[in-house]
């Protein structure tokens, strides 16, 4: 099963330094971080602020080729964990057939807002997801959930990329 989520921001990990995408569900319940590289973080934060570039970024050429070729993005799926690495399926539609294409998740998040699809998760990855610690080691697993779930827009304006 498959729940649809939102991206609710993006932040810096204060252990590590490194960008995070937190996704949240519509029903505002449940949350995944994915840790993401600071490039393919940029590219989310343009389009989550409408900054327009004088050049193309790749996500809008992806965007641009598929809209040539007359295929539509339906949905992005963050699908499983993996070695402590998110995957990720595009699900594009051309002419009826349904194409699913492997991707990073911060790549399929990326494309997912310029093309205005929706963001899904897998069920069983958020189950999966709780007992994993791919936190820094200075901050626990319990300690870390609770400090995602209690963020506020305040907080995630303090890490502003």
Known sequence: ME????????????????PIV????????????????IYEANAIALEIEKVCTPRPMT?????????????????????????D???????????????????????????????????YVEDSLLKSAKGVSAVSDRVNSEEWRRYLENLNDEDLGRYKM
């Open 85 to 119: 690495t998110f995957y990720a399926l595009i699900w594009l539609e051309k002419n009826g057939e349904w194409i699913t294409v492997d991707s990073r998740p911060s790549d399929a998040l990326a494309l997912a807002l310029r093309t205005d699809c929706p963001i």
């Open 22 to 37: 937190i996704l949240k569900d519509t029903n505002g319940s449940t949350i995944l971080p994915i840790w993401v590289g």
């Open 59 to 83: 996500h809008d050429l992806m965007k641009t080729l598929l809209m040539g070729l007359e295929a539509q993005v339906r949905k992005i799926v963050v699908s499983e964990l993996r070695d």
């Open 3 to 18: 729940i649809e989520m939102k991206i609710r921001g993006l932040m810096m990990d204060p252990a590590t330094n490194m």
